[in-house]
T-cell receptor
């Protein structure tokens, strides 16, 4: 199995632009998680899906952030408009059952200028 | 309040030395994992260990759920062990994973 796949691996954009991060979970996994990692706040859970349905988005920092999971093999995290404080590494993780062992993707390093 | 505490926050070892990292949690858990974040930022699964003891090569882990702590042992450390070690838990009554603040390990040759 290829593991969790994320794209792009690096993204540099200017303030105000729309950013879309993509994730493909491990095949057969039912749950998908989006995290953000910064030096100041560590790893924060933004949102998670179970069977493609968003279950808890209380970690999404504000309305500029949105996430979708149109099918079992694909999810997006969108930031519109982006701001410099959104600069971070964004990780996607998946699990076979929602609170079982998590497997992380390589992350997307986002820089907003 | 603090959900998961890790200690020590920083650790410097000579290559070949052994170390013990600790993770304290505040309630009953049904998932506890140890991760290694390497210098390239990748989060690598080490152990899925809500209870008991597991070993994988030079690494082993023990979780004593009744006393609410887990230990990660690294023996004969190598420079490739450098990075940050995270403990993450899911509490039985909760709906998210909580990550500790990590232990930053540097192994010097």
């Amino acid at each position: 199995d290829a593991g969790v796949i994320q794209s792009p691996r690096h993204e540099v954009t200017e303030m105000g632009q729309e950013v879309t991060l993509r994730c493909k979970p491990i095949s057969g996994h039912n749950s998908l998680f989006w995290y953000r990692q910064t030096m100041m706040r560590g790893l924060e859970l933004l949102i998670y899906f179970n069977n493609n349905v968003p279950i808890d988005d209380s970690g999404m920092p504000e309305d500029r952030f949105s996430a979708k999971m149109p099918n079992a093999s694909f999810s997006t995290l969108k930031i519109q408009p982006s701001e410099p404080r959104d600069s971070a590494v964004y990780f996607c993780a998946s699990t076979g059952q929602v609170w079982n062992e998590q497997f992380f993707g390589p992350g997307t390093r986002l820089t907003v200028l | 309040g603090i959900q998961v505490e890790q200690s020590p926050p920083d650790l410097i070892l000579q290559e070949g030395a052994n170390s013990t990292l600790r993770c304290n949690f505040s309630d009953s858990v049904n998932n506890l994992q140890w991760f290694h974040q390497n210098p390239w930022g990748q989060l690598i699964n080490l152990f899925y260990i809500p209870s008991g003891t597991k070993q994988n090569g030079r690494l082993s882990a023990t979780t004593v759920a009744t006393e609410r702590y887990s230990l990660l042992y690294i023996s004969s450390s190598q420079t490739t062990d450098s990075g940050v070690y995270f403990c993450a838990v899911h509490y039985s009554t909760g709906n998210q994973f909580y990550f500790g603040t990590g232990t930053s390990l540097t192994v010097i040759p």
